[in-house]
């Protein structure tokens, strides 16, 4: 599975944005994906994850409330919908495929990686 970001940009303090991942291969829809993201200086930290359905979404704390995961598998791409932006959520945010069905927030587990996608956020 190949899988690219796309959607960042500079955007002010209380802004939205809605990232996209698009994915490449048949077997996008049996795969739990992830977003993650990597702030200057920082380890690069979980977000959000979503299941192979759709049914089962799990979130960092920090972002509860306030993003939003989903996914088309007919379109092979999974979102994550940003809202009520703050300044430290400031990152390059990457997208991810897990080898497996379940949704998990281990970063260890996913198998697949693209490009990020840069998020900048003004106050």
């Known amino acids: 599975v190949q899988v690219q970001a796309s959607g960042g940009g500079l955007v002010r303090d209380g802004g939205s944005l809605r990232l996209s991942c698009a994915a490449a291969?048949?077997?996008?829809?049996?795969?739990?994906m992830g977003w993650f993201r990597q702030a200057p200086g920082k380890e690069r930290e979980f977000v959000a994850t979503?299941?192979?359905?759709?049914?089962?979404?799990y979130y960092t704390d920090s972002v509860k409330g306030r993003f939003t995961i989903s996914r088309d598998n007919a379109k092979n791409t999974v979102y994550l919908q940003m809202n009520s932006l703050k300044a430290e959520d400031t990152a390059v945010y990457y997208c991810?495929?897990?080898?497996?069905?379940?949704?998990?927030?281990?970063?260890?587990?996913?198998?697949?990686w693209g490009q990020g996608t840069l998020v900048t956020v003004s106050s």
């Open positions: 991810a495929a897990t080898g497996s069905s379940y949704a998990t927030t281990v970063r260890a587990n996913y198998d697949y």
């Open positions: 979503i299941n192979w359905s759709g049914g089962t979404t």
């Open positions: 291969g048949r077997t996008f829809s049996v795969y739990a």
